[in-house]
Structure formats: structure tokens, C-alpha cells
């Protein structure tokens, strides 16, 4: 998507993506991939999201990547955080403790910068990308992980045809097709999450689903 797109939502607050809260699916299955104290765990799209915080408290260092420079400013304005701040091929990088965003281009990272990372955690990078970009987003930038690299991923199912994304619904056929060559997946938990999504429901959507999936690079 144009990235001009991301940057309006930002500057006009459109951000219901967002939550006040870490994403409950992951407190519950993050144990699922029995990381070692100390391991770097790189987020894609991170925005200014609570899970960063939360991976930061389990004992991780947290690699976030964020094309908005608000999203950037506001996460650590918001936990009262001053960075060091330093420029790189990458982009701005703006670290605080355990925490690194990197506010640029996430298609702009190479096996470099990902080299140390032990896992990789997407609730909200994947569903925000339409189709041609989905592919692209696993088979180049996913491809730039370290074999071993465990991930923990978070989407969306529901009829694509009543609403339009973002965040877009990606059923398990198409994660299987996408990450199959090179990970091995495994469906953790498929949840109906309709009745606590009104907006969804306002929208006309019939169905609504969460689903959770453990992935490891061979």
C-alpha cells in the first residue's frame, strides 16, 4: 500500500488498530516458543503498540520497525521514555532500554539488521497488507531471518467481499501457501471474536475469526 495511506491514518488519529492493552492472544501462547532470556524478537509494522512493552518485560530485546515517525514519537512520549537516536542505511533508529524502533521502510531491512533475531511476533503486519504485498512481505523480508527463527502470527478471517481492509482477512490456506516453503507452521487457536468487534458487525461482517500460529524456519 501506498505509504502516503499509513501516514494520514497517523496524522489524523485513524488508528483502530491500536490497542489500550497487550493482545491477550499473545500473553497466552508466547511460552509456546520457550525463547531464552535475552532473545531479540523483531515486530514488523509496530506502531507505537503495548506488545513491545510487554516482550521488553519477559526479558527480550524488542526490534520494531515503524514507517510512521508519529507512531514513533508517541510510543515513547507515552511510556515517558527519552531514546538515543541514530541514523542508519535502515532508517532512524530510536532505542530505550530493551526497546529499538527503526522508524523507516520494513522492505528496506536486510539479513544484517534481522541476523540476531531469535523470533519474529505479527499481530498487525500481515492483515494490514493486501494480496501482491502479503507475498512479498513472506517470501523477501521473512526470508531474511536466521533458520531457527521462531515466530508467533496473529490474523484475521472473515468474508473479504463484506468489508474492505485493512485489516484484510487472510484464511489459513493462503498463511500455509505463503510460509510452507520455508516454515513450519502450526495453528495454535481459531477464536470467534465477532460479538467483541462492533465495528465489524456495524460493517455488515457475518463472520469473524482470530487465529494464532506457531512458526518455526527451517
Same mark, same amino acid.
Given at each position: ?17 491500536h ?8 500473553l497466552k ?5 520457550? $525463547? ?49 537516536v ?7 533508529h ?14 528496506? $531491512? ?34 531474511? $531471518?536466521?533458520?531457527?527463527c521462531?515466530g ?11 468489508k ?24 495454535l ?30
Open positions: 500500500m501506498d505509504p502516503d495511506f499509513w501516514h494520514q491514518r497517523w496524522r489524523e488519529g485513524r488508528i483502530g488498530f490497542q489500550d492493552a497487550p493482545t491477550s492472544l499473545l501462547h508466547w511460552s509456546a516458543l520457550a $525463547l531464552t532470556p535475552g532473545s531479540q524478537v523483531f515486530v514488523p509494522l509496530a506502531g507505537k503498540s503495548l506488545d513491545l512493552v510487554w516482550l521488553a518485560a519477559q526479558g527480550h530485546r524488542v526490534l520494531g520497525v515503524e514507517l510512521s515517525p508519529l507512531a514513533v514519537a508517541q510510543f515513547f512520549d507515552e511510556h515517558g521514555l527519552t531514546p538515543q541514530h541514523d542508519s542505511r535502515y532508517g532512524r530510536y532505542r530505550a532500554g530493551d526497546i529499538e524502533l527503526i522508524c523507516g521502510d520494513v522492505f528496506g $531491512l536486510d539479513a544484517d539488521v534481522l541476523a540476531d533475531c531469535a523470533a519474529v511476533y505479527d499481530r498487525a503486519a500481515l492483515i494490514a497488507l493486501p494480496p501482491p504485498l502479503r507475498h512479498r512481505y513472506v517470501r523477501e523480508l521473512h526470508a531474511l $531471518l536466521p533458520v531457527g521462531r508467533l502470527l496473529i490474523t484475521l478471517e472473515y468474508p473479504q467481499h463484506e474492505q481492509g485493512p485489516p484484510f482477512a487472510v484464511p489459513e490456506a493462503e498463511v500455509r501457501e505463503l510460509y510452507g516453503r520455508d516454515w513450519r507452521v502450526e495453528t487457536e481459531r477464536r470467534d471474536i465477532l460479538a467483541q468487534q462492533p465495528g465489524f458487525v456495524a460493517e455488515g461482517v457475518s463472520a469473524l475469526e482470530t487465529v494464532v500460529y506457531r512458526l518455526s524456519k527451517r
